[in-house]
């Protein structure tokens, strides 16, 4: 388990666990919830924002706020 | 009789919300400002039938009734206000077919609310192609309420919601979610405090951390006991209130709506492996850049033309026309020189929106934010920022309106108030003759000196916007917290109908809006020009008659020196006068300072004005040019030597000298405040850097 910050680009994942003091509301309610499905779809230079695809919903978020996700990536098939 | 009924339209963003309302109300719509905010209010109405008539209320586009910005809690405010003359007899809740998982969620809130809520799954035409299937008449069922299948790219569906819209008291009110679920304990007791009531919207008051300016806050008179809970206890509940929601949707949906993905194509990754591309990802916006430069820079210039012709000649036309006096002098050179200072800008923000809207509606303005989001941050300007800040070397009026698509207001706000610093187009005239003038024309290891100093001021510009938008960044207080969460919407065409829609509101907006302010300042701006106190403004032909009677002057050489003594005598000339004192440290005499006051029109009405006051004809370059290069101080030396020639240059790349951005401003901000505070500091920053200048040079 570690934060979405350090997964790779194309790696799955299950969102394990978040903080949510530090997760705005509107993450939350886009699908940022333990036990659904995320991915790192593709990273802007610095690799900074992230996009990602969590559940059904494609967004982008800054590394600041993915630090605040903690994943447990899943076994390619 | 006509039936009148209140109908919201709600959804997330990226729904095709707006598309529905076009396709309800056509061009029977109005753009406005909620009173006090700068929130875009849209209505518009559309006949139902024979006697019931809908007016439609397309509200800003937002992810849940949890409002974490000034658009969203618009939405929050009026669902909770029975009283509001906007309180809808019938919400629409737009989703997206692909979506409608996330979707459901604000569907959800806002039926919990009691209002009738009918749900539009839109974009109905792409079911076959990503594979889904829904059992429409389960989900109608499962949501207690009437669901419509939407396409407004095959104009389907949109008839069949007028017909449930005129039978909405059919549609059942009855909520969705049970708030004891959430937390027993704490619901229980907030419905013993305050019985009779919902306690979903008792919740919902307590929640908000916006400002409810509108909303009676007597209604709930003690919430407060309930607000001392701790924030972060609040927001578990929020959270707790979500995931809930999530499952009756998951369960819903599990009976309803099938996907089979092996159907799907996948346009999406293709397209974004390519648009967000490390490298070529920023050649193709750098691209789409220069088209849309080139359009409002280049293409724009032949309507502009045309139009700039037609109204002199329409002037002239109507001095011929009308017998000769200070009525005809209004109309010709007040007012219709004043409504061409507003038809010119047209082709410009015709233009800008058109690349815009076709940007938004593609859904490449989010990729946009991705690629350029680090680089601005540090700035307190959003990724979207740089498509007004380009556009800004062009014309300042299209830039300043190109920010409505920003949607933190503290970034919109700073990028409105750093556009100006950009070199627009109209400083041009000013920075050649300028340059011309002063700069000699010598090149060093082959690069031109005029040249450089022509970048120079570019530069500058940018700079000083990116230093000022710093600055702000640190100064200004956010209203509410926010966060960067951007969706990156599906790829689509963009629908000619919205493009041109918006196309046409901008445009008008400018037109009624700000144009109303132009016109009022150009009148003034003609009048303290035309007129002056005193014999001497009076009688100015009688005296410059016979000072010369024994030149031999002609006509025109005669009537030249008359205006440039009748623009000395007028009330400009007087106030040009009157601050010599102030601008005499930048290097400036009173003729300067009466062409520094009347290009507030436009900066480039400052060579026309020096050229009348030197009496010389106006469309002479060359002419104005020997004239300026002569001109003298009172100890002999040249007027228009380099330390005044570089202090005008940085006076005009930093001084707020356009009426026509600080009316646009002023549309835009809704608000006398901002454009006030700019032509405040901008002035300081212009005179302040001149004043460095010629002092250090001289």
């Known amino acids: 388990m570690f934060p979405l910050d350090q997964l790779a680009i194309g790696q799955k994942a299950i969102i394990e666990s978040i903080e949510t003091d530090f997760l705005p509301l509107k993450l939350i309610e886009m699908g940022c919830l333990p036990g659904n499905e995320i991915s790192l779809l593709h990273l802007a230079p610095f690799r900074d924002p992230l996009y990602l695809k969590i559940d059904e919903a494609h967004l982008a978020i800054r590394k600041d706020v993915a630090r605040y996700i903690m994943v447990k990536p899943l076994m390619d098939d | ?698």
Request: glycine share 6%.
């Open chain 2, 1 to 698: 009789m006509i039936k009148n009924i209140n109908v919201a339209l709600i959804g997330n963003p990226n729904t095709g919300k707006t598309s529905v309302f076009n396709a309800l109300t056509g061009l029977n719509q109005k753009v406005g400002n909620y009173p006090g905010i700068t929130v875009e209010k849209k209505q518009g109405s559309c006949r139902l039938d024979r006697i019931t008539k809908a007016r439609i209320l397309d509200l800003p586009g937002t992810y849940s009734l949890n409002a974490s910005s000034m658009d969203e809690s618009v939405v929050v405010e009026l669902l909770l206000n029975k009283n509001d003359p906007d309180f809808p007899d019938v919400a629409v809740v737009v989703t997206d077919v692909e979506n409608l998982k996330r979707n459901l969620l604000l569907f959800t809130q806002i039926k919990d609310l009691e209002i009738p809520t009918v749900l539009v799954i839109n974009m109905s035409d792409q079911m076959q192609r990503k594979g889904i299937k829904i059992d429409i008449e389960k989900l109608e069922e499962k949501l207690i309420t009437s669901v419509v299948l939407v396409s407004t790219r095959q104009n389907s569906g949109v008839e069949k919601l007028k017909q449930i819209l005129i039978d909405y008291r059919s549609i059942s009110t009855l909520p969705i979610l049970d708030p004891t679920t959430i937390d027993q304990d704490y619901f229980e007791n907030l419905g013993k405090a305050f019985p009779n009531q919902s306690l979903y919207k008792l919740w919902l008051v307590i929640t908000q951390d916006v400002n409810f300016t509108k909303l009676e806050r007597q209604k709930v008179p003690d919430s407060t006991q309930f607000k001392t809970q701790s924030q972060s206890y609040l927001k578990k509940l929020q959270q707790r209130e979500t995931i809930k929601r999530y499952q009756s949707i998951n369960q819903i949906l599990k009976e309803t709506y099938r996907v089979n993905r092996e159907e799907a194509t996948d346009l999406r990754s293709k397209l974004d492996n390519l648009l967000i591309h490390k490298f070529w990802g920023y050649v193709i916006f750098f691209m789409i850049l220069l088209i849309i430069f080139q359009a409002i820079f280049d293409w724009s210039s032949v309507p502009m033309d045309f139009i700039d012709s037609s109204f002199a000649r329409m002037s002239e036309w109507i001095k011929t026309q009308m017998p000769a006096g200070i009525l005809t002098d209004l109309i010709a050179e007040g007012v219709v020189s004043g409504l061409g200072g507003i038809v010119i800008f047209i082709p410009q923000i015709a233009f800008l929106f058109l690349f815009i809207s076709i940007l938004e509606e593609t859904g490449y303005m989010s990729r946009v934010v991705f690629l350029m989001d680090r680089g601005l941050r540090k700035f307190g300007l959003s990724g979207k920022s740089v498509v007004p800040l380009i556009s800004g070397t062009a014309c300042a009026i299209p830039a300043v309106m190109a920010t409505r698509n920003i949607e933190n207001w503290k970034e919109r706000l700073i990028t409105i108030l750093v556009v100006p610093f950009t070199t627009c187009s109209a400083r041009l005239p000013v920075y050649m003759i300028l340059i011309s003038l002063v700069i000699p024309n010598d090149r060093l290891l082959g690069i031109n000196y005029q040249g450089l100093t022509l970048m120079g001021l570019y530069l500058i510009g940018f700079l000083m916007a990116i230093v000022s938008a710093s600055i702000l960044n640190r100064l200004l207080k956010s209203p509410n917290k926010s966060y960067f969460v951007v969706e990156m919407p599906n790829y689509k065409l963009p629908l000619l109908k919205n493009v041109a829609i918006t196309v046409w509101e901008k445009t008008r907006s400018f037109v009624v809006e700000a144009g109303k302010i132009i016109l009022a300042i150009s009148i003034l701006l003609w009048f303290m020009a035309s007129f002056g106190p005193g014999e001497k403004f009076s009688n100015a032909e009688q005296i410059i008659t016979q000072q010369y009677s024994n030149e031999a002057l002609n006509d025109l050489e005669l009537e030249n020196k008359i205006a440039s003594f009748k623009l000395e005598n007028s009330y400009i000339g007087i106030l040009g006068k009157t601050i010599e004192p102030i601008i005499l440290p930048l290097g400036y005499d009173w003729k300067i300072g009466i062409a520094l006051i009347s290009s507030f029109a436009a900066r480039e009405v400052f060579v026309g004005t020096l050229a009348t006051i030197y009496s010389v004809e106006r469309d002479a370059e060359e002419t104005i040019k020997t004239r300026m290069a002569g001109e003298t101080r009172s100890d002999g030396s040249r007027l228009f030597n380099l330390p005044t020639g570089i202090s005008l240059m940085l006076f005009y790349a930093f001084a707020m000298q356009c009426m026509s951005t600080l009316a646009i401003v002023k549309k835009e901000t809704n608000s006398w405040k901002w454009p006030g505070i700019q032509l405040f500091s901008m002035t300081i920053i212009a005179y302040l850097s001149a004043l460095m200048a010629y002092q250090i040079l001289k």
